[in-house]
């Protein structure tokens, strides 16, 4: 079917109580991984792509191949630009047919990372594309080293409830990704979240929050936040570990072909995701 923009996605989630999840992929195995999962349990799906791995794999290429199983899926699909940063990439991505993309401004200050997600808003609405933006400082990859930052100087970069209200009304985002304790690239689920703080966002907002570095939060922690208005995960380091040690093991043996191998790290990123549909319960709301 054609691709869905995510606030469709959204919306729909919302009125029917369960998630969604956003999962990275960077070649052709990681994109028939997700949506065979998506396909096999029947639920709506989003397929994020970074600027990382459009580094890798080149925008078209990548693009090209996630619009033809999207389009093929019977399942609604999301494919949607993750953490763009420039206003030329977010233009390219609607032209190659993304149907959502996310502008990640946070690493500015608000009244300018507000004044720049407001014109991608604009350039995106005009052609039906939602977008996401965020405020807070999600660990990992942004702006900082969380490796050097005690617990309380992290909460403070944190997002506040009060910028949370000011930018979605100054911008117009569709969804609002949030720092509240999730971490890029956390391998273990061991997140310490601040529901207290997601609480009081979601109570200034009306519009779906997101989490990334989904990988790090714990199962039970994933059901609290839904009931505290996160509607989109973002998983992307579960499934860059789990292929890499299939393929590796694959490769180790003699017997087996590469082509073998490379479905062997195929199958494992659909039981993935598939493991992250049932947490979300998203599966047969296709
Ligand atoms: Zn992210």
Redesign the pocket.
Known sequence: MPTVNLKEVLNKAIKNDYAVGAFNVHNLEFVEGVMRAAEELSSPVIIGI?TVSIDYAGLEPLAAVTKIYAEKSKVPTVIHL??GDDIELVRRCIQLGFSSVMY?GSKYPIGENIKRTREIVKIAHDENISVEGEIGV?G?F?ALDVGDVSNEQLQELYTQSEDARRFVAETGVDAL?VAVGTV?GMPMQNAKIDFQRLKEINAAVDIPLVF??CTGLRNEDYQKAMGLGVKKF?V?TRLMIEFKQALQKALESDEKSLFASLQEGTAVISAAVKDRIMVLKSADQA
Request: charged share 25%.
């Open positions: 970074a993750d953490h990640d999600v990992g942004e990704a890029h990334h570095g973002n992307g």
